[in-house]
């Protein structure tokens, strides 16, 4: 099935992922209408629980981010953030760093994830993001090994989610290198880092396509 949207979910949780009922939860959005795959996140130092999701078309993942997921929140007592991302918009520039939502193939399992987002209003993405200037630039960082490209729905804010060897070297890109980005950009930015370990099985039930 193609996709034609990302969610993104954050649930605002200090949970270790193996006490994140996830088998329940996985059970329930595989029952949502459009849904793809989804690749769980557990935050690194804070334990926050979310996903990047893949819906085949961009009204599927709005009501998925205005019905189901508030519920979902709710049931946790806690608050939430969310994303719908125009996958149409960005996959040249993903093809080109090896996203394995499309054909892209990693040779290792991933140990982490970054997800960055840029406080910036980029429409339309292909002509508004530098991304054929900073997309070799992103190759060369040490651990990478494929990046999703974003473009937010409505908003246009540009970012992408990552897949890193180690924890240790998207710590050093969300750290060190990703600043330095969103400052030749003149613009704030959000990043957040995921421990791609805890959360592998409940990934692969997801059909994650991280583990193809």
């Not at 996830?22 to 996140?41: A, C, E, H, M, V």
């Amino acid at each position: 099935m193609t996709h034609k949207a990302y969610v993104y979910t954050e649930l605002q949780l200090s949970v270790p992922f193996e006490n994140v009922p996830w088998k329940r939860i996985n059970d329930s959005i595989k029952k949502q209408p459009g849904f793809i795959n989804k690749t769980w996140l557990a935050g690194v130092g804070n334990h926050s629980a979310g996903g990047l999701y893949a819906f085949d078309t961009i009204e599927n993942a709005q009501k998925f981010v205005t019905g189901y997921f508030p519920e979902e929140a709710r049931s946790f007592g806690v608050a939430q953030t969310t994303r719908v991302f125009d996958a149409a918009a960005t996959e040249a520039a993903s093809r080109e760093m090896n996203s394995v939502h499309y054909d892209g193939k990693i040779d290792v399992k991933p140990g982490a994830y970054v997800y960055t987002e840029v406080q910036l209003h980029a429409m339309p993405f292909d002509q508004a993001v530098p991304w054929r200037k900073l997309n070799p630039v992103l190759k060369r960082q040490p651990g990478l090994l494929s990046k999703t490209w974003l473009s937010g729905v409505h908003s246009g804010t540009p970012g992408g989610l990552y897949a890193f060897d180690t924890v240790e070297n998207a710590r050093k890109f969300a750290v060190d290198y990703f600043p330095t980005e969103a400052t030749a950009l003149n613009a704030a930015f959000y990043t957040r880092i995921f421990d791609a370990n805890v959360t592998e099985i409940a990934s692969r039930d997801m059909h994650s396509p991280y583990y193809r």
